[in-house]
């Protein structure tokens, strides 16, 4: 069964530390991407990732950091330098070509509170 | 030039009758219009979408209308359903090896039986 997984699926952080939330996928996509979602916002970009190996800055990558070791991983740091990390993180990913070009994929999310 | 903008903010329909969601962007160079549909709790997932090549694209019960020279599309659920209610983004991407998606600020629909 194809699809993007995170976890946890809730995660409590005490201020001054670091997490990681996980998100892999199966679907042997090459594009991968992490966003935020506040109450009454869209859909924030935080870090894309087109390759291995490679990853770019979205429009609020500052207190965060990403790796893509493999195609399939995506982890997600969420830095004590992040201000208010609050909120409900979903990751993504997409193929960058073929039937199915232009279309994201999305994880379940998981909802990070900081206590 | 990056944004999408998303109205209303929040939509309460009748069971059966025709909810609708409008969106407008700026940036010409966007090429791909898609419709998520996000239930609480879960993540987004595609409900329809379509390029700017055709005007409308209809897919069951879920409509898009697009125009391009007003730069705006619209969702159109028609015998809106309890199971309908759910929060909606528009959002618009460009064309290329990597898509970077520009989401609205969504629209919480509910449908009242």
């Known amino acids: 069964d194809g699809g993007i997984t995170q976890s946890p699926k809730y995660l409590f952080r005490k201020e001054g530390q670091n997490v990681t939330l996980s998100c892999e996928q199966n679907?042997?996509?090459?594009?991968m991407y992490w966003y935020r979602q506040d109450p009454g916002q869209g859909l924030r970009l935080i870090y894309y990732?087109?390759?291995?190996?490679?990853?770019q800055k979205g429009d609020i990558a500052e207190g965060y950091s990403v790796s893509r070791e493999k195609k399939e991983s995506f982890p997600l740091t969420v830095t004590s330098a992040q201000k208010n990390p609050t909120a409900f993180y979903l990751c993504?990913?997409?193929?960058?070509?073929?039937?199915?070009?232009?279309?994201?994929?999305f994880g379940p999310g998981t909802r990070l509170t900081v206590l | 030039q990056q944004q999408v903008k998303q109205s209303p903010q929040s939509l309460i329909v009748q069971k059966g009758g025709i909810s609708i969601i409008n969106c407008a962007y700026e940036?010409?160079?966007?090429?791909?219009f898609p419709w998520y549909q996000q239930f609480p709790g879960k993540g987004p997932a595609l409900l329809i979408a379509?390029?700017?090549?055709?005007s409308e694209k209809k897919e069951g019960r879920f409509t898009i209308s697009f125009n391009k020279s007003a730069k705006q599309f619209s969702l159109h659920i028609m015998d809106s359903q309890p199971g309908d209610s759910a929060t909606y983004f528009c959002?618009?991407?460009?064309?290329?090896?990597?898509?970077?998606?520009?989401f609205g600020t969504g629209t919480k629909l509910q449908v009242i039986p």
């Open positions: 993504a990913s997409s193929q960058l070509a073929g039937a199915s070009f232009g279309e994201q994929f």
């Open positions: 679907l042997n996509h090459d594009a």
């Open positions: 990732s087109q390759i291995v190996n490679d990853f």
């Open positions: 940036n010409t160079a966007f090429d791909y």
């Open positions: 379509i390029r700017p090549d055709v």
């Open positions: 959002a618009a991407s460009t064309a290329g090896g990597y898509q970077k998606v520009t």
